[in-house]
């Protein structure tokens, strides 16, 4: 089978009752958890190490995305794709859940992620993100810095990982591709920002890659594509979150 998933198979799997159709999940935005606003710049015909000047947007706001699913649980999500918005806070959503390498969708650019940009997400996610919230972990390597500062670094590393023009050649050629001020895609930052920003660099790939198969694509054809964790089970979050066992169960199905 593809790596897509029935969330109404998953549903009756784990015994919870939904009405969500075949491979899709509502979501409900409640806003922006921890951010920052911050200047972007996207010129995908840009090389990853092209140092030409470049002019920033006025600053946008970058961060974790909150939201409510079907069943009334608290859902963390980061933005896959600068173009498009979700809306204002109360706009329900319908996303496909789709594998990474699904995201972001073609048009608008850059289009899917390959399986080097999908593995570098994966480590990225897997050092970083509470598998508990879908937030920055306190225990990560950026757990000393301000919530909104942890957040909107993640996000902006979302964006350079999905959004630049990487070598496919190895994870290891891809991630000596990242550069917040170099390519493509660049983030104006400094301060705190830029400190974070470099500790999540530096981390990536020590000590070898980590694949994380918790982690999945939300894609709309309206609206801007997510990346979700799903949490790991724990009895709190048995009750109305959905999603847990997922992983598991997309293994046995391949």
């Known amino acids: 089978m593809n790596g897509k998933m029935s969330?109404?198979?998953?549903?009756?799997?784990v015994?919870?009752?939904?009405?969500?159709?075949?491979?899709?999940?509502?979501?409900?935005?409640?806003?922006?958890?921890?951010?920052q606003n911050v200047g972007i710049f996207f010129d995908f015909g840009m090389a990853?190490?092209?140092?030409?000047?470049?002019?920033?947007?006025?600053p946008i706001q970058v961060g974790e995305f909150t939201w409510t699913n079907q069943f009334g649980a608290d859902v963390t999500t980061f933005c896959a794709q600068i173009f498009e918005s979700v809306g204002d806070v109360g706009n329900e959503i319908c996303f496909e859940t789709v594998g990474l390498?699904?995201?972001p969708e073609s048009p608008p650019a850059p289009g899917n992620m390959s399986?080097?940009?999908?593995g570098l997400m994966q480590d990225m996610y897997s050092r970083f993100?509470?598998?508990?919230?879908?937030?920055?972990?306190?225990?990560?390597?950026?757990?000393?810095?301000?919530?909104?500062?942890?957040?909107?670094?993640?996000?902006?590393?979302?964006w350079e990982i999905s959004h630049e023009n990487i070598s496919d050649?190895?994870?290891a050629a891809g991630?000596?591709?990242?550069?917040?001020?170099?390519?493509?895609?660049?983030?104006d930052v400094s301060g705190d920002l830029a400190s974070a920003v470099s500790d999540i660099i530096d981390a990536l790939g020590d000590g070898g890659f980590i694949s994380n198969e918790n982690l999945f694509g939300l894609t709309s054809a309206d609206w801007q594509d997510q990346l979700m964790i799903i949490p790991v089970p724990t009895p709190v979050l048995l009750a109305g979150i959905g999603l847990v066992g997922a992983a598991a169960l997309r293994r046995r199905m391949r």
Request: zero cysteines.
């Open 7 to 13: 969330l109404a198979a998953l549903f009756a799997a």
């Open 15 to 35: 015994g919870v009752v939904g009405t969500a159709q075949a491979g899709d999940v509502t979501l409900t935005f409640q806003g922006y958890g921890g951010s």
């Open 48 to 58: 990853a190490d092209d140092n030409s000047a470049v002019t920033f947007t006025s």
């Open 101 to 103: 390498t699904e995201v």
């Open 115 to 118: 399986a080097t940009q999908a």
């Open 129 to 158: 993100i509470d598998p508990n919230t879908g937030s920055v972990a306190d225990t990560s390597a950026l757990g000393g810095y301000s919530d909104e500062v942890a957040a909107a670094a993640f996000a902006l590393m979302v």
């Open 169 to 171: 050649a190895s994870l």
């Open 175 to 187: 991630l000596a591709d990242l550069d917040i001020s170099a390519g493509g895609f660049r983030g």
